[in-house]
């Protein structure tokens, strides 16, 4: 068997035990892109978090987890992250895979919403989530994970080459038939359940609807005058959505275009095309020459079937 | 013709106007053709199939060579006819024996005298000559006349000619055969030793006579002189020649195919006149004449392996249909009707318009019905009448003599109607997508399965050959006899249940001249075309009770045996009938089958055995097991599939109180709800559920839309109104199962994180086991989503939200889910019912197809549902919008159309835009691409087309050999792995093809077997696509989706080699050992024995084992 290298491109190479086979997975510290903004930094501390690629599809948090147990307590794991997608909003508000990756190690299950309005001023209401059991994410082969461990010490442990494959640690989440039996009980939840979910958040929609419109420049039941005087209305609901009085409502192509169509005007050609003898003649003429284009393309067409011995019925 | 000559004449300046010469050639093929490019076409076929120069003078030498030494041949005095036999059977020569034997006390006799005149007759005489089904040659008539010296008055009593003429076809057989050194054969034409020719073909590599270059073989025809002593009036239609001593049959009956064969030896020379005269006349004669042959020899009317019974070596016939046309009628008797006539033909016609007149005639003309005279310059010869009463189908060539079509039966004459009906349809509405030409001359039509409704193949060798000697003395022969017989019962007892009957059989062989007798026919195919208004009507009537002794009721009783009955109907009337009696649809379907069946069996002692369709293996291929039928103790179907549908819409309507929003519409989106469901749903109610194991248990979850009216109240934010379609979902499914008792709803969430997306569905569990999924069809989405994927689009924004990429990827997701769930699969539905209302068979073809597809392991994960149903629709539609069900193209059983679409699928070119008008409302440009959005792929079309050409061998081979199930079975050979998935946990497997029924009766295998009901759920396709969008760009995965028990996969071409290592690779990798120090790129591999495992895992308590194919 040969020697199979160590490290690759600056990756340590970490081989994993399979029934019949190893899988490897690469590691390397992670380095934060430098003309990025802070908050990625946030995500993703540098010095403690471990960038792995070729992680295996199924992989959990808690069998990333279990596998670098001996390196050092890990924090949190991140799948395919991708700064780029991060929204650029409120922390919380971003990708709910990684809230949820996250809430997935709390035991005590926190309502998410709650955290996030935490610092807002009147008391929002609560949301009722979905139940989500823990369950396996499946991702595309070869993807990459950035795990982040509690203490910074544990990264270099990680980074040093293993001496014999580590076997991949299971963890309780179902796989395959079951998983996907459970998946489908899990998509069919109680009634009474997704009524809750549904109506908390509706009441959480329109608590963040009355607010942002407190804040928006156009206040509902107050006509948009612009500076020459003009009412702004826009298209909205089913019958439109005036903001401000009650007037009709904007065209559709006005709403795509900013254009006013103006009168639909039959637009009748004024010149003649065939008053002149000479635009007869050339109609005419033209007629011909494209009788005659037609005629040739249609011949080199069939010259072609010909060589290709299309015409040989038997 | 006009031969367009501007390449040269034109040739450097393109812009130059164009001559007055080429102008007219130009004009002329647009408007004499149909159009420029299909006159290119015609100019291009016509040197194709005419026969070439080369070799001409070596035949000419030879047909020299053979004169001088037939003129020498010695003389041969009397002998009686036996003796004679005997003399030439010592040489080796058979003497081609006719019926009846001469009786050995005979008192006239044989004898031979060298030829007085040879000519070249028929097409090659007269340079017409059109090339014949691969592989035959061009035919040379060389005709010779015999001296009428060895003929006398009486000879055309009792085949006394005939003998004579097989003993001077003999001697000439014996004496070239020992003179040149080239092979001799006899050949009966339609098997009738009456019109046996001698045919020479020059041997390979023969030094002195080879004329092969010229691919031409010489048919020498003896031929009677016109100054014969044989009066021509003793051969009129009426006169009985034939004395038979047998007592059964009448003494004195007319013989008209026997005499019209006599006549056919005196008018050789007559027809090469006058055809030739016609050539000259009409200049595009030539022409035209060819492209009608090429037409005719593409449908079996010539040679060939199926050919139409009776136009064998009637190269006349198509040539008098010409002169027919061209002279006009013959006015028949004192027949007013002579205003009827038809009118002859312009002459300056183009060979096109020719050709299309041709057609024309044969279209619309009821040979059984209206005789054809052809307009004669001395009148009639004999009595029309006489034709009319002794000739089922007549037409009589321009010398009032001949009859080409005494030997013809009707039921031919009406495939050849029924074919020129659909080629002239095809030429005046050339739809879009087809190559009008070369469905006209270039390909050809001998696929029976896709020509015919029903293929019918009947082996003779046990027939009851029960005609009285007198037939098969009229016939020529016991086959000419037994086939005529046949296609006369069949034509009466199918009646206007079908357009055409076609009697197919090879075209009869060429025999040794060792050999007097021409080989039996054994195995004959019948096709049918079906008439759909009437083909599977239920009750056939016949006279009613008061004229019971009549003839009618006599020849009524006598055609349907014991089936024939008394019956009294609704409406009072009692009349003899025959009721067939059908319990299913597929029975129906087989009712004109079951009359051939019947009509075989009774009069020729033809037992099912010997009788055989494919009808009943392809039904099975759409039936379950019987056992599993047992064990689902349900009935279901699409009818009450559409019931429960029905009442669903009931209960939800009644709803209506407790709605915030009235219910305008419920609008089925499901194959299960339009006929087009390979195999019929069956409910299971819970109860029956839970006893049923694991394989057994799949029941289809069947998608509705629901329409609400418009309301104000819903929210502008996509987020929101997923919500509030929850909430609405929970009031409906409250108040349903309130008001419905043993009715269950539950919602399904969907589970996706895509948050624009309407995953959600109202799961509707009706108390007879029907599954339904509701969604609610909201039309402002679409416009949210719009705004989400190009804000740009929106003059004025509502709200200042910015969206960025990942949510724009999402919408668009959303975008495509929403336009095709909501506003695709509607339209599309109600243009797949309206389909199936109006073509009885695509429903059938449909699920055929659908069949093989996933039998292929195709269906679903690369072609869509709904692009096949649309591909499915090309036979039936064609491009056309107006097409009706009694169009001749159109298949009216499955299996016709199953193999149209095979056809179709062979030379397939994904690349050209299909289209059809099926959506009325809709340009239909917009709709396929949404149903082909998601494949199939390059990869996956070239598998289909690999299959379909397989499979269209494999179904012309099913002709002969009637195993079907060939089709449908899947090589796995060319999958680099095959995943065996456990059959015990596949609710599906009882819908494989090859289903056992062990692994749902193995009841001690209920571990695993769980009572939690599940509609809908079947993990096959869940960890299909698992597998698929994990491993997307490693491997291809393929999977039957009907009950499959076995993915197959393949590894993608583009990661075979070892390439550098990067970090977003997305396939699973191993590093390489480094060979090379100096090499600094780190290579990897794609690690496949660890995806193997990994797919393992992923698939536990799926997957049984993996094999793999190749070397790893």
Known sequence: ?314 | MNQVDSENTNRQGREEPLTGHELRDIKDAADLYQSGSFKLQIDALLPNVRPKESGRQQLDHFLFALRAHCISIPSIAPLSPLAAIKVLAKQGVAVPSVFPLPSPDVKWKVAFEPPREFCVVGSWGNGIAVKKQSGSRFSVDLSMEMPEALFQEKDYLDGRFFHKKSYYLAVLAQSISTAFDVDTFYSSALGDPRLTTLVLRSRNGSASYDFSKSHTEVHVIPVLSSSSPLSSSRLFPSHSNVRVPSSSSPPNFPTPIYNNTILLSTCAKEALMSTHELKNALPAFHDAYTLLRVWANQRGYGDGELCARGFERKGSFWAGLLRYLSLGDELVGTKSGSAKLRKPLGKGLSSYQLFKAALDFLAKHKFGETPVFTKTTNGHRCAPEEYITHHPAIFVDATSTINFLSDVPLTSLDLLSHDAKETLEQLSNPGASSDTFADCFLKSRFKISSRFDAVIRVNLSQASRNQSTSTVIEHGSSDAALLASISSLLRRGLGNRTQAIAILQPVTPYRPISSAESPSTSIIHIGLIYDPAHAFRLVDHGPSAEDQDSNVAKEFRYLWGSRAELRRFKDGRITESVVWEVTTSDERAHIPVSIVRHLLQLHFGLSAKYVRTLQTPFDNILQLPDDVHRLHRATGGCKAALTAFDGVVRSLKALDEQLPLALLNVSPISEYLRYTSTFAPLPIPASVSAELPESLRFLPTIPIILEFEKSSKWPDDLKAIQKIKLAFFETIAQSLMSSNPGLKASIATGGSSNPFQGYAALEIFTAEGWSFSAFIWHDREATLLDRIIDPGKMFVSPSDQKYNAREQREAKVAQELYTRRFIYAPRHHRAIVNLCHKYSAYSGTVRLVKRWLAAHWLLHTHVSEEAIEIICALPFVGGKQTSTESAAAVPHSKERGFSLVLEFLTDWDWKEPLCLTLYEDDPPATAPEMWTSNGPDAIAVHRLRAFAREASKVLRNAETELDIKSLFLHSTDDYDIVIQLNPTVLPRYHQNINAESSVWTRDAHSGITESTHRPGFDPLPIFLADLQSTYADTLKFFADPFGGDRIGAIWLPSLGAPRPFRALAGFSSKPLAKEDKAKDKDLVMLNRQAVLDEIGRLGTGLVQKIIVHEPM
């Open chain 1, 1 to 314: 068997m040969p020697v199979l290298p160590k490290r690759l491109s600056g990756f340590t190479v970490i081989p994993i035990a399979y029934p019949s086979s190893s899988h490897f997975i690469y590691a390397r510290a992670h380095t934060p892109p430098k003309s990025k903004t802070s908050k990625s930094k946030n995500v993703l501390p540098e010095g403690r978090t471990l960038f792995l690629v070729n992680v295996p599809p199924d992989a959990t948090e808690r069998e990333l987890t279990l596998l670098f147990k001996d390196c050092g307590t890990v924090e949190r794991v991140l799948f395919d992250f991708n700064s780029a997608d991060a929204p650029e909003e409120h922390e919380s508000d971003s990708d709910e895979e990684v809230v949820e990756a996250a809430e997935e190690s709390d035991t005590e299950a926190r309502p998410r919403k709650k955290r996030k309005l935490q610092t807002s001023e009147p008391a929002p209401p609560k949301m009722m989530p979905l139940p989500s059991p823990s369950l396996r994410t499946l991702r595309k082969t070869g993807s990459c994970a950035h795990l982040i461990f509690l203490d910074s010490s544990s990264l270099a442990k990680a980074l040093s080459p293993p001496t014999s494959p580590k076997p991949w640690p299971s963890s309780e989440e179902p796989r395959g038939l079951s998983h996907y039996m459970a998946n489908y009980d899990n998509e069919r939840p109680p009634l009474d359940t997704i009524k809750a979910h549904a109506d908390s958040f509706m009441e959480c929609f329109e608590f963040n609807l009355s607010k942002s419109k407190q804040e928006a420049k156009y206040r509902k039941g107050e006509a948009v005058v612009d500076e020459d005087g003009f009412t702004l209305v826009t298209r909205g609901g089913a019958y439109g959505q005036t903001l401000g009085g009650g007037v009709g409502v904007a065209s559709k192509k006005f709403m795509l275009t900013g254009k006013i169509g103006g009168r639909k005007k039959k637009d009748k050609k004024k010149e003649k095309d065939a008053f002149y003898a000479f635009q007869k003649a050339e109609k005419q003429r033209k007629v011909i020459l494209d009788m005659k284009k037609n005629f040739e393309t249609d011949k080199q067409r069939i010259e072609k079937l010909k060589e290709s011995r299309r015409f040989k019925p038997y």
